[in-house]
């Protein structure tokens, strides 16, 4: 088991190293001069030679990935060419918003999803399963942007009980744990909860049937083992597949957030992607989906090893 | 000789003009044939160490004449099945060399297209062995097309050949794989492995999976072809009254060496090698009388990751003795056409019975 | 990546490798099978019907459209449901809806149907080449589709358009290389079980060449579980093209997308907040019943049922 671990990190390795290098090119694959944006249109030649320096644009590709790589590993991202600011600053910042907001969208998503699920997987072929997977097909057919457009149609403007958009009162202020902020997190956390929401929900209701439809399960009815008993059983053995589900959502959310966080002005990773990509600021753009998918990857990893260590049955050599 | 205990036609009915050496020389002689694979090892653990490997057939050396059918029998996992899949290059082998009528296949010498045209092979599963997406016709006619016959003239050819192998053609040439029984889908594999024309056909377990009256009634048809089209055959079964019944020589295997070889009813009589007399002991027998007197073999054969040294049996052996596990023994001839590998049939060699067997040989 | 695998649906992956393991029990029975079940199934029925309808309409939705869907006036802007001339109310720019909508089914349908056909084409070529040559070819290919699968699929398509640009072609391409690596993969399993076939093998000893054993015996075994994977990205498809019209990524207005008006009509959320959400409604219809036809489909395609 520690070889397995142990090749599974080094394993990853090289998928970072090419997630590392499609980040790079996508500085590259984009048209234009990326100092277009910034430079006065009369800008003199000897300007536009001395950005092209700073930025770092006149060397070779690969002596470009070299050092980008370096100075990655050391947390510099580069300097976003809209605002003047390190792209690290900025990225860090939305991802902590980001997050937040995805965190508690897995959780809400977790929690109805493997309530339905199991209720499905458990009255299997009921109208309770029926509905449940109805459900299901629902939540991940539903375009969620829009799902968030509706939500704010019935709580902001009908029902005037919930605010449409932003992080908390008052602009940008630091985030409190209180009804004030609180209030702001519910709209979007519910509406990108609904993704994850029907994927557990699938996922949990085939392992509940799938664990219940298993010979153990009988021979321990056999024996008199009581309903809880039994539920216990079940739940114990659905839950390192239903974790390793979530904490793989918990990764698409954050990379994913980019289209609620647009609808709700919700400040984090996507709303910065959003306005990296419209003033075409590239080293934002770049150092943001890096981080993103870095997470990602890791997340992987991680949800990986503990898979492997939660579940007695993968002894992989 | 008493004739009618040969039923069988022995001469081809015609001669081949591909039959380049005459009927002296064999139509495959193979030498020091062997095969390792080597155990996916990850990097880190080629890092702790050098890798294991698997020696599936480990130096072979045996001929097969003109006309005849060897049978080939071991316990599963003796290496039958990866010979011949090495006879017919579907995987390369680590090294030796097949002589086939007197020329070396591979380059420079007899290159594998035109060798695989001469040589066949009828897989155990006529399931996986077809696909399921051609009708059986166009299963049969794939291998001339491949080697530049007309479509046309291919499904001919196939259609001849279905009813050759007893298929009448108008009913079930265009008919899927799924819409026959296995041994209709047996008599199809056999009707593509004919349609080539090959000389030497390898029955890989070619009748392991039919019902006990589906397999004779495929063994017939397989005899009555190689009387018809002149076909030497290379029969590997685990199935020793099968075996006996179609062979004219017989090689045993164990554990990818050659145990013992020579004709079938002699080596069915007097096995030689204790790992024959064992295996034979297991056959059960039609003759009350004829109870088993030897030490039936027990338990499985070793790991070919790491065989046992010397004799590869000397773990299994009622005979072995300390010098067993010390050297290995050698195929040769003991008398007539009878070739054994076994110290106690080497001059000697140090076990001690070597010498009584041989004086008593 | 093991637990990768889980991001486009493990289930619908191992149905397309069910269906090849399948298949070869029934062979051309299979699929008839497969068609009859899924004429009596209504959910399969209905859900066809409903796309068949929504693909009749995106082709004759410019001889069948009750108004000009790009002619703006400032007097007609934001006319609730059920006006007169205009059923469906109007667009913050006077535009009618109804038309929009209708017309807008073209480029909708187009842009989330047409990645997942070429992805077909190129991630099957990649994944039947991976699996058939099998070695180091297939590690080298199959590694680097784990770099892209590395990215969540609404990040790569998000950030390989926003590098390249705002616009239609962007955007295709963008999705097309979003659902490569999924299909790849899926192709690469299918053909990999097929190459362990004796009668790959039996056509080998027959002396054929690669080439000829794909065509022959590979092709025709596999592309159908493929494409019966793809088809169940299709709703995917159509939730990402929207998507990215509606961050401005995709189509450029004044055309009608589905996603791009959801865009422009946010600012009527408030004002009138049921022909706002009208666009979603229709991408909805959509995805749903893409969905649940890939789902009666892979249920028709269960053995075990």
């Known amino acids: ?317 | 000789m008493d004739i009618s205990s040969k039923p069988r036609q022995v001469h081809p009915p015609l001669i081949d003009i591909r039959d380049r050496g005459g009927p002296a020389q064999p139509m495959l002689r193979v030498r020091k044939l062997f095969k390792h694979f080597d155990l996916k090892k990850s990097f880190i653990e080629s890092l702790a160490g050098g890798g294991q490997v698997v020696r599936a057939v480990d130096g072979v050396d045996f001929d097969v004449f003109k006309g005849e059918t060897l049978g080939v029998v071991g316990e599963s996992g003796c290496g039958k099945s990866t010979t011949a899949r090495l006879l017919m290059h579907l995987i390369e082998p680590s090294g030796g060399e097949i002589i086939f009528d007197g020329e070396t296949v591979g380059t420079p010498g007899l290159s594998l297209r035109e060798y695989r045209r001469q040589v066949q092979l009828v897989f155990q599963d006529s399931y996986s062995s077809l696909n399921p997406r051609l009708t059986i016709e166009d299963s049969v006619a794939f291998g001339p097309q491949v080697h530049g016959v007309s479509r046309r003239e291919a499904i001919g050819r196939a259609r001849d050949l279905l009813a050759r192998v007893g298929l009448e053609p108008r009913r079930f040439a265009e008919r899927y794989p799924h819409e026959l029984s296995g041994g209709q889908r047996q008599r199809v594999n056999i009707a593509r492995a004919l349609a080539l024309e090959p000389r030497l056909v390898i029955l890989d377990e070619a009748v392991s999976a039919l019902d006990k009256s589906v397999e004779a009634q495929v063994l017939n048809l397989l005899m009555d072809l190689k009387d018809a089209f002149g076909l030497t055959y290379i029969f590997i079964s685990h199935d020793l009254h099968v075996v006996r019944y179609i062979s004219d020589r017989v090689m045993v295997m164990y554990l990818g060496k050659v145990a013992e070889t020579g004709p079938a009813e002699d080596l069915f009589e007097r096995p030689l090698h204790p790992y024959t007399g064992a295996l034979l002991s297991s056959m059960p027998s039609m003759d009350p009388d004829q109870r088993t007197q030897e030490a039936p073999l027990t338990g499985d054969p070793p790991n070919p990751i790491n065989p046992p040294s010397g004799c590869r049996f000397h773990t299994r052996c009622p005979m072995a003795e300390p010098v067993c596990a010390e050297q290995t023994p050698t195929l040769a001839s003991v008398r007539g056409q009878r070739k054994v590998a076994c110290l106690i049939h080497e001059i000697g060699s140090g076990h001690s019975q070597a010498d009584a067997a041989i004086y008593a040989a | 990546m093991s637990a990768t695998t889980l991001s486009f649906d493990a289930k619908a992956q191992k149905a397309a490798a069910d269906a090849v393991e399948a298949a070869f029990e029934r062979s051309t029975g299979f699929w008839s099978g497969v068609l009859r079940k899924l004429a009596r199934d209504p959910v399969a029925l209905v859900s066809a019907g409903v796309i068949l309808l929504l693909i009749l309409m995106a082709i004759f939705a410019p001889w069948i459209v009750p108004s000009d869907p790009y002619k703006t006036s400032m007097i007609n802007r934001l006319k609730p449901i059920g006006t007169e001339h205009f059923p469906l109310g109007t667009d913050e720019l006077g535009r009618d809806m109804l038309s929009r909508l209708m017309v807008g089914a073209r480029l909708s349908l187009f842009m989330g149907i047409t990645p997942v056909l070429i992805a077909f084409l190129i991630g099957s070529a990649i994944g039947i080449l991976a699996g058939f040559a099998g070695g180091w070819l297939n590690t080298i290919i199959m590694r680097s589709i784990d770099v892209l699968y590395a990215f969540p699929s609404v990040l790569l398509a998000i950030a390989l358009s926003g590098a390249l640009g705002a616009g239609i072609g962007n955007a295709l391409l963008s999705l097309t290389i979003v659902f490569i690596p999924p299909i790849a993969r899926v192709a690469e399993s299918v053909t990999t079980q097929v190459r362990g076939r004796d009668f790959v093998e039996a056509a080998r000893a027959s002396g054929a060449g690669g080439f000829t054993i794909v065509r022959v015996h590979v092709l025709g075994n596999v592309l159908g579980p493929i494409f019966v994977y793809a088809t169940s990205l299709i709703a995917v498809s159509m939730i990402l093209a929207s998507g990215l019209s509606f961050l401005g990524l995709g189509v450029r207005p004044p055309e009608p997308e589905w996603g791009l008006m959801l865009n422009t009509l946010r600012t009527a959320i408030y004002s009138q907040p049921w022909i706002a959400a009208l666009p979603g409604v229709m991408i909805f219809i959509t995805s749903i019943s893409f969905n649940l036809l890939s789902d009666s489909l892979r249920s028709a395609m269960d053995v075990k049922n």
């Not at chain 1, 006149?58 to 792209?87: C, H, K, M, N």
Request: with cysteine.
């Open chain 1, 1 to 317: 088991m520690f070889l397995y671990l142990l090749r599974r990190v080094i394993y990853t390795l090289p998928i970072m190293l090419g997630v590392a290098f499609l980040c790079f090119l996508l500085v590259h694959i984009s048209p234009g001069d990326p100092l277009v944006s910034i430079l006065p249109p009369d800008a003199s030649i000897e300007l536009q030679r001395q950005l092209m320096t700073l930025y770092g644009f006149d060397r070779s590709y690969f002596e470009q990935f070299v050092s980008w790589i370096w100075r990655a590993l050391q947390g510099d991202l580069g300097t976003s060419i809209a605002t003047g600011r390190p792209v690290a600053d900025e990225v860090f910042r939305a991802v902590g918003n980001t997050l937040m907001l995805a965190g508690v969208a897995t959780l809400i998503g977790f929690f109805f999803g493997s309530l339905f699920g199991f209720v499905a997987g458990y009255f299997r072929d009921s109208w309770v399963d029926r509905a449940a997977s109805a459900l299901s097909v629902l939540g991940v057919s539903v375009p969620h942007y829009w799902l968030g457009m509706v939500l704010v149609i019935i709580f902001s403007s009908w029902l005037m009980i919930l605010p449409a958009t932003g992080a908390g009162p008052g602009g940008s202020g630091a985030w409190v744990w209180d009804w004030a902020h609180v209030q702001y997190l519910i709209l979007p956390a519910v509406t990108m909860s609904v993704i994850p929401m029907g994927i557990i929900a699938r996922t949990v209701r085939a392992l509940v049937a799938d664990i219940l439809a298993q010979e153990f399960v009988v021979g321990l009815k056999a024996k008199g083992m009581t309903d809880v008993g039994i539920f216990l059983h079940v739940v114990k053995n659905a839950a390192p597949t239903a974790l390793a589900v979530m904490g793989l959502q918990l990764g698409y959310l954050l990379g994913g957030s980019i289209l609620i966080e647009t609808v709700f002005s919700w400040p984090g990773t996507g709303f910065l992607l959003n306005s990296a990509i419209f003033q075409r600021d590239l080293p934002l753009l770049q150092g943001t989906i890096l981080v993103l998918a870095m997470f990602f990857v890791l997340l992987n990893l991680l949800v990986d090893v503990l898979q492997t260590t939660l579940d007695p049955r993968i002894q992989r050599s």
